[in-house]
């Protein structure tokens, strides 16, 4: 099987871009690449659920065209789901022969087909039982009987979608046995993962995506894990990192006792207290749900406080509206940019305004600038990359590290003295997140000081002057970033390192 | 950009025109069906519209619409539904008329007393609306439930006021009853029409003020855009530091002073006076009108103008045997076709555009992977 420039083209972003795999019959091929690599699309594309907008599908050295997964049946290429397909209250067998029922006169012949799926299971070892019940077999069972589903409707070449995603480790060692008698009988499989010990372990032949096109072909002799993984993600990786400190001692924002509880009552911040000096970044590690976002919308001024006090620049703003906090120099990079960030009907010269609807450039006195907001929206979409063909089409337009972008740039722009970043490079691509990075240390030379949350460690660690673990609404560690490993936050995150700090 | 923005002006086009074509040929089937040669109604109506009577009645109509879809549309533009435009204009009028018509009145220079009789229709609409949007900021009542319910409460209203023992006084010579006539001074002069027994209104120009000041309040002022920004994202008005209960009030407050208008130039430039055969339902006629426009302040006019020319020449049908109502069902088959083809014209524009932006962006990617 051959695929030849196949290139996929969807709303802001193209999915695929001239990728070439080339799979030998009878083997195993993996395919890795990170998350949104253009691993699915691909696939969806092999197996005829979408069409390539350029490029060519040839199997056995002829071209196919298919237009719908039973064109790509018809040719022998079945597909396991990374999620499972099968009724639960059927059984193994009338799972199996769903949609492609033998029939002798008006009647299914459950005969036949039993004995086939028997005979099938026997061939390749896969210890199918037809005629037991979907919902009482183990995960690993269930796929074996997707795996028997398509082999029984003939296919020659198996697409498995991140097959291990959900099996333990005992049952990965047994599906890679079965794989390994599947080919034995001469059928080819195309294994897509992102496990590389894994890929590995099992496959005769590698190809690596990297976005959204193939980049290189390597058999697991020849690489290491780890060359691998930089295949995947890039050699020129970006490491976040401050080089000299630039903290100074003038507090910027100054939080004591700031307590906060849900509608229902639930205390969700607990007697938080932190202060961030001008050039300081804060890093606040934990896991999601923790309190950060109720932390960061305190500090908006969104949210409400039961206790506490909060000062920016020695003057208390506790009760200031949003507005005045904004206005007062805080950026607000928040964590849904949907929700939070952007009007996605709106173009993106008027979402430069949103947030900033006050202040030059964006406004005179109570009338807006217009042109003031086209000229900076320009501005940013220089500066930051944002890949956008004018600053009148729609956000929505965008894809959503584009729209990431130009909210960095906005919330960036004016000077600010305080900028609450919530996932500032979530999304987006690695050029654009060593942009965003270089951004802010060059403003955090000029004084800046950041509350940075992340789910990204290695981001936390590189980036912040000070980190902070926040667990159960409260900041329960402190650590050096020159000293902390990843394991020992992640550790803390949790809660288990709770005694020791 | 150039050819983005020369297709969004007919993608903005194809609706409006798409629903008319389509509830013309609906009304033509049924016009049809029940036996009436439609192209012969149609002449009957585009020809009496070159009768000047009726071309005046029409552009009188149409302002008043005009005004009562601008006071609907700045609610609609934050997501607000101000059902209550109906109520707004009827008690702003009516107390509006009793000031205007009042004696003491007669007294004052013209300009002021019309100002006054103007700024008195807007206090109370504004007031009578600010009832809605208090209640909605502090106790979260739903504004389409409190103004339906201030529409029953200003009729009410309405009706105890309008009596001879207080604002009203019986009509010389009929048993009508409505608030003294407001004599001369108080009156705006309407413009002439070439051949027609009936002026055009004067206040006309207000009503094209007010599409200019809603244009300009939505387009120009920081306030526009957070009220644009809070209809389109709550969420995302807030993070900006907009006040969202400040601006529900604040609009339902411009909502309803613009509502207090929709009664005015009826009342200074043909009733001059509150009586009860005053028109009624004009609010509704308002948010029908809103839709059709997509709250634009030139669309808005576009449809006030179609709706009162619908209006005036259906008075033709009956001479010819028609039903009159075939109006009404073809009004009715306009907004609702509108509102269907505005949201399918508006996904299509979404996804054109996020196709032009993957097409331009198309190489983009790609190009870099050669590098790396």
């Known amino acids: 099987m051959e695929l030849r420039g196949i290139t996929k083209r969807f709303p802001g972003v193209v999915a695929n871009s001239d990728v070439n795999v080339a799979v030998r019959g009878g083997t195993v091929h993996a395919l890795v690449g990170e998350n949104g690599a253009g691993k699915s699309t691909l696939m969806k594309i092999l197996y005829g659920m979408q069409g390539p907008d350029e490029g060519t599908i040839a199997i056995e050295g002829a071209p196919a065209d298919f237009h719908s997964p039973a064109d790509a049946i018809a040719a022998g290429i079945g597909m396991v789901h990374q999620h499972f397909m099968l009724a639960d209250n059927l059984s193994v067998l009338e799972n199996v022969v769903l949609g492609t029922e033998p029939r002798t006169g008006g009647r299914i012949d459950f005969r036949a087909a039993r004995a086939r799926i028997s005979e099938i299971s026997a061939r390749y070892g896969l210890g199918v039982q037809p005629d037991r019940l979907v919902d009482e077999l183990g995960v690993g069972e269930r796929q074996r009987v997707e795996i028997l589903k398509v082999l029984y409707r003939g296919a020659r070449i198996l697409i498995l979608d991140e097959p291990t995603a959900v099996l333990v480790p005992q049952e990965v060692d047994e599906l890679f046995g079965n794989l390994r008698e599947l080919k034995a009988e001469g059928l080819t499989i195309l294994f897509i993962s992102h496990k590389l010990d894994e890929v590995l372990s099992v496959a005769d032949d590698i190809t690596v995506m990297r976005r959204g096109t193939t980049v290189a072909r390597v058999t697991p002799g020849e690489v290491t894990a780890r060359q691998l993984a930089e295949l995947m993600v890039g050699s020129a990786l970006p490491v976040p990192e401050l080089r000299e400190s630039t903290v100074t001692d003038t507090p910027v924002l100054e939080v004591s006792g700031l307590t906060v509880a849900s509608p229902e009552g639930r205390t969700v911040l607990d007697d938080m207290s932190f202060t961030i000096h001008a050039g300081e970044v804060l890093g606040i590690a934990g896991v999601e749900g923790n309190g950060q976002a109720e932390l960061v919308e305190a500090l908006m001024g969104i949210r409400s406080l039961d206790a506490g006090r909060i000062a920016l620049r020695g003057e208390d703003i506790t009760k200031q509206s949003t507005r005045k906090r904004r206005d007062a120099g805080i950026g607000y990079i928040p964590e849904d940019r949907h929700r939070q960030g952007v009007l996605l009907e709106s173009s993106l010269w008027e979402n430069r305004i949103l947030g900033h609807q006050t202040k030059p450039p964006c406004a005179r006195g109570p009338l807006l600038d217009r042109a003031g907001a086209r000229a900076d929206t320009e501005r940013i979409v220089a500066e930051y990359d944002v890949r956008t063909p004018g600053i009148d089409v729609a956000a929505t337009a965008l894809s959503g590290g584009n729209q990431q972008k130009l909210i960095v740039g906005r919330e960036m722009s004016g000077e600010p003295v305080l900028l609450i970043a919530s996932h500032p490079t979530r999304g987006v691509d690695v050029g654009a997140q060593a942009a965003i990075w270089e951004h802010i240390r060059k403003a955090r030379a000029e004084h800046l000081a950041v509350l940075l949350i992340s789910a990204d460690l290695d981001e936390l660690i590189g980036m912040s002057d000070s980190l902070a673990v926040i667990l159960r609404g409260r900041l329960v560690a402190e650590y050096d970033p020159r000293s902390v490993t990843p394991e020992q936050l992640g550790s803390a995150m949790t809660g288990a390192a709770e005694e020791v700090s | ?372």
């Open chain 2, 1 to 372: 950009m150039g050819r983005l923005s020369l297709r969004s002006v007919y993608l903005g086009l194809a609706a409006p025109v798409g629903a008319l074509l389509f509830a013309l040929l609906v009304c033509a089937a049924i016009l049809g069906a029940t036996g009436h040669p439609p192209l012969e109604v149609a002449e009957a109506m585009v020809g009496s519209l070159e009768r000047p009577r009726t071309a005046a009645n029409s552009l009188n109509s149409a302002t008043t619409y005009y005004l009562s879809a601008v006071a609907v549309a700045i609610g609609f533009k934050m997501r607000l539904f101000n059902i209550g435009v109906d109520g707004q204009y009827r008690l702003a009028a009516m107390l509006a008329a009793a000031l205007a018509g009042a004696s003491f009145m007669d007294a004052l220079p013209s300009v002021l007393r019309i100002a006054m009789t103007v700024g008195a229709a807007m206090l109370v609409g504004a007031v009578w609306a600010g009832i809605a949007g208090f209640l909605k900021v502090t106790r979260g009542v739903s504004e389409v439930i409190s103004t339906i319910m201030l529409n029953a409460v200003a009729t009410a209203l309405v009706a105890f006021l309008l009596n001879p023992d207080r604002l009203a006084v019986t009509v010389a010579g009929s048993n009508n009853i409505g608030t003294p006539t407001i004599t001369e001074g108080g009156r705006v002069p309407g413009f002439g029409y070439p051949g027609s027994s009936s002026d055009v209104f004067g206040l006309i120009l207000l009503a094209a003020a007010v599409g200019v000041a809603y244009w300009f309040m939505l387009n120009r002022t920081r306030f526009g855009f957070d009220l644009k920004a809070t209809g389109q994202s709550q969420s995302a008005a807030v993070a900006s530091g907009v006040n969202v209960k400040r601006m529900v009030l604040a609009s339902m407050l411009l909502s309803g002073a613009a509502a207090g208008l929709v009664g005015m130039p009826q009342l200074l430039g043909a009733s001059y006076s509150y009586a009860l055969d005053f028109p009624a339902g004009l609010g509704f006629t308002g948010i029908a009108i809103a839709l059709l426009g997509r709250n634009h302040p030139v669309g808005m006019a576009f449809a006030a103008l179609l709706w009162g020319g619908l209006d005036q020449t259906s008075n033709v049908l009956d001479l010819s045997g028609v039903p009159k109502e075939i109006v009404v069902i073809m009004q009715g088959v306009i907004v609702l076709s509108v509102v269907i083809a505005y949201e399918l014209v508006r996904r299509y524009r979404l996804r054109l555009e996020q196709r032009d932006v993957g097409r331009a962006l198309g190489t983009a990617p790609a190009a870099e992977e050669v590098r790396a």
